[in-house]
Structures are given as structure tokens and as C-alpha cells.
């Protein structure tokens, strides 16, 4: 089993910056892709940002593009989502995910997801 830890959530004005942080742990073989979604009040959950093994390859959601920025640590299984000039249509509760190489009897790819983080921005 992979378990995903977030942190980082909190309350900012707009303007403002926050960091989010999330920690894989568990049986790992490797962690193709690492990605970040959130889940706006009412709405469904979106893909913000995602990096690619390697650390090369990133998306991102045309809507935090040059605002928010994806970074992982292949060694410590870690990435971070740093999001400036945040805007109270940021506000949401933010989700890591990870496609992980794991394994029990044999190896497979699965995702798994956090527990999510509130990320609150006031006007």
C-alpha cells in the first residue's frame, strides 16, 4: 500500500503566496507521475499541475499557468505545488495524486490520493 500526506493548506489574502507539500510512502518501486487536483466549493475536482518522471515534463490548468509552479524530489518520493499571486477563485480543497509503481505479490501502476488540504484565499 502508498500513502499520500499533504500539507501546506491554509488561509492567504489575495495577492498572497502559499506552499503546498506532499510526501509518498509505502511500497514503492517508482512514481511515474506526481500531480496536484482541487475540488472548488460545488464543482468538480480538476487537474491543477502535473510533473513527469524525470522532473522535465510538466502541465499545468491554463487558469494557474505563470502562477503556480510544480517541483518533485525523485530521492525523498516528495513534490510541492508553489502557487503566488493567489485569487479567491483559487479557493478549494487541494488533492496530491501520484501513479505509483507498487507492488504486493508482483508489481502494478496504481494512483492513489491524499487526503486533501484546504486552501482558502480571501478578497
Known amino acids: 500500500q502508498v500513502q499520500l500526506v499533504e500539507s501546506g493548506g491554509g488561509l492567504v489574502q489575495a495577492g498572497g503566496s502559499l506552499r503546498l507539500s506532499c510526501a509518498a510512502s509505502?511500497?514503492?518501486?517508482?512514481?511515474?507521475?506526481m500531480g496536484w487536483y482541487r475540488q472548488p466549493p460545488g464543482k468538480q475536482r480538476e487537474l491543477v499541475a502535473a510533473?513527469?518522471?524525470?522532473?522535465?515534463?510538466?502541465n499545468y490548468a491554463d487558469s494557474v499557468k505563470g502562477r503556480f509552479t510544480i517541483s518533485r524530489d525523485n530521492s525523498k518520493n516528495t513534490w510541492d505545488l508553489q502557487m503566488n499571486s493567489l485569487k479567491p477563485e483559487d479557493t478549494a480543497v487541494y488533492y496530491c495524486n501520484a501513479d505509483v509503481l507498487t507492488y504486493s505479490v508482483s508489481q502494478y501502476t496504481a494512483r492513489f490520493w491524499g487526503q486533501g488540504t484546504q486552501v482558502t484565499v480571501s478578497s
Open positions: 509505502g511500497n514503492i518501486v517508482k512514481i511515474n507521475v
Open positions: 510533473i513527469f518522471v524525470g522532473g522535465s515534463t510538466t
